[in-house]
């Protein structure tokens, strides 16, 4: 049976439009009522219709992780390009590789900028707004750029990294904040989860632009991927005059009449803003008697320790399961005894199918939510693993190219299964989570979280797996899965349903301590 059409107002004209000011604290608390209800009624193709807009400025925000995702599988590819192994490596064993140390230090700008950038990201977005903060980030990266073009050297191509990353760490704030805050209830989940379409966007357009410029034997091998990072800073910056401002960044400075006039923007022209904006103001009013705070010892603070710690570990657990593995497919697949132009091509095929898994997604969260998604996902992602531990212990391992074969399929299959579970549903948890008074810190301090743990893997994972070091090839799957068999039992115990939930919901049912398995069917007085 199909809800009922979400109440609106046909006419929305600028001399009809009525403040909240307008109005007493009652009148505002009825309104959210009403507003709130108005919420759980709409469908997902009731959301479609009335928000376009919402959809279409979600999506633009999101362009920044794009170029987040690019640098980093970029880098990972390069390493197996034979051009970059010439120009910045050294001859082991009659044919050119980075060393490990050197692609350590290589992967720790993204990181490294995410920790840094992550959490300097919050001051100029609550100060700023999202909308400025967005275009001042996206003028940096296209400045940082300009330096790893032109490096020659592995030392400048280093600096260019580690400077360019501390921007590209900021986008990862920047996107879920805002996607979270411009789109009702029926989008929230699949707009904060096209983030992670974003990160997969970012990566497969990584493998196939190696894959077509690899086979070149100049510089141009890799200065040509470094050169299409310039696309995302034209598109953005073209954009972003005409974009608004997060309607619940306006309330909390108290511009009550622009978050209306972004409201009207990001929706269409039959829906009565009027009563979404007392919402948002009654959300607010209530995070502020429940002492929920501003600043970043808030987010650690009685109120939201909880919600921390849940957006944290929904976060890390993305490395722990596996992820940073996706950026050495290619070369995990060249190690394992695929020539160069296969394991590209099975690199790129790898993030194609976790591409369309992303989308599949989609409707796994209407129908499922997230805690079930979450954790039958990360079950699946332990097995794989271990399987793929287990297949590089066969005897005769180097001469049996159907044991390589079938641990590349388990990979692309693994990378199928996290974009169908923990990849998208991580930032739909973590975006609804945190209460919206400090969800951009509680957002900067779980990546700040996961790229700490991101360092602690791209320091490892160059030793574990080169040839001139552990060369552990697919063993890495039982150290994956061992650490996949901890976060498991975690989430089973700790990350609730957050699906249907308006944020002045969820602010209540984690103030009156409702129990994990509880949140799914807790009905709210």
């Not at 249907?500 to 009905?523: I, P």
């Amino acid at each position: 049976m199909e809800a009922p059409e979400p109440q609106t107002s046909s006419n929305r004209g600028d001399d009809e439009k009525i403040s909240v000011n307008d109005v007493s604290q009652k009148e505002i608390g009825e309104e959210a009522r009403r507003a709130t209800e108005i919420e759980h009624e709409m469908t997902f193709m009731q959301g479609v219709k009335l928000y376009p807009a919402a959809i279409g400025w979600s999506a633009f925000f999101s362009l920044g992780v794009i170029m987040t995702a690019f640098d980093p599988q970029l880098l990972g590819s390069l390493y197996a390009t034979p051009a970059f192994q010439r120009d910045f490596g050294y001859l082991y064993k009659g044919s050119y590789i980075i060393s490990a140390p050197w692609q350590t230090a290589l992967g720790m700008g993204n990181p490294i900028g995410q920790v840094v950038g992550a959490l300097a990201a919050s001051y100029p977005m609550e100060r700023y707004g999202r909308k400025w903060t967005f275009a001042v980030c996206v003028v940096g990266t296209a400045a940082f750029i300009f330096m790893q073009f032109f490096a020659r050297s592995i030392e400048v191509l280093l600096v260019g990294e580690l400077i360019g990353g501390l921007i590209l760490g900021m986008y990862t704030t920047i996107a879920p904040t805002y996607a979270s805050e411009v789109c009702p209830i029926a989008l929230r989940g699949h707009l904060t989860a096209y983030i992670n379409l974003c990160f997969v966007t970012g990566q497969l357009l990584a493998n196939g632009v190696i894959a077509g410029s690899s086979q070149l034997h100049n510089h141009w091998a890799y200065s040509t991927p470094f050169a299409i990072q310039w696309l995302w800073p034209i598109i953005i910056l073209c954009g972003i005059p005409f974009a608004p401002e997060s309607p619940w960044w306006l309330i909390r400075q108290n511009r009550l009449e622009e978050a209306e006039n972004s409201l009207n923007r990001l929706s269409s022209s039959t829906v009565d803003n009027k009563l979404m904006l007392a919402m948002m103001v009654e959300t607010d009013r209530l995070e502020f008697e429940m002492q929920t705070g501003v600043t970043y010892w808030d987010v650690f603070n009685k109120v939201n320790i909880r919600r921390t710690e849940i957006s944290i570990a929904v976060f890390t657990t993305q490395v722990f399961s596996g992820i940073y593995m996706v950026g050495y497919a290619a070369l995990f697949f060249q190690l394992a005894g695929l020539d160069g132009q296969k394991s590209f091509n099975m690199s790129v095929g790898y993030l194609a199918l976790g591409w369309v898994c992303t989308c599949i997604s989609w409707i796994f969260i209407s129908k499922w939510g997230r805690r079930r998604i979450y954790n039958i996902g990360l079950a699946f992602l332990t097995v794989i693993m271990f399987l793929i531990g287990i297949l590089d212990c066969a005897p005769n391992y180097e001469n049996r190219p159907g044991v390589i074969w079938a641990q590349s399929t388990l990979m692309i299959i693994w990378n199928g299964v996290f974009d169908l579970s923990i990849g998208p549903v991580c930032y739909t948890i973590f975006c609804e989570v945190s209460a919206t008074k400090v969800r951009t810190k509680t957002i900067a301090v779980a990546t700040a979280a996961q790229a700490l743990v991101g360092i602690v893997m791209t320091v490892t994972i160059p030793y574990m797996i080169n040839p001139d070091q552990a060369n552990m090839r697919g063993k890495m799957g039982f150290f994956f899965g061992g650490l996949s068999v901890l976060c498991l039992i975690w989430c089973w115990f700790r990350v609730p349903e957050t699906k249907g939930r308006t944020f002045e919901e969820l602010d209540l049912m984690f103030a009156r301590g409702v129990k994990t398995r509880e949140f799914k069917n807790y009905k709210i007085d």
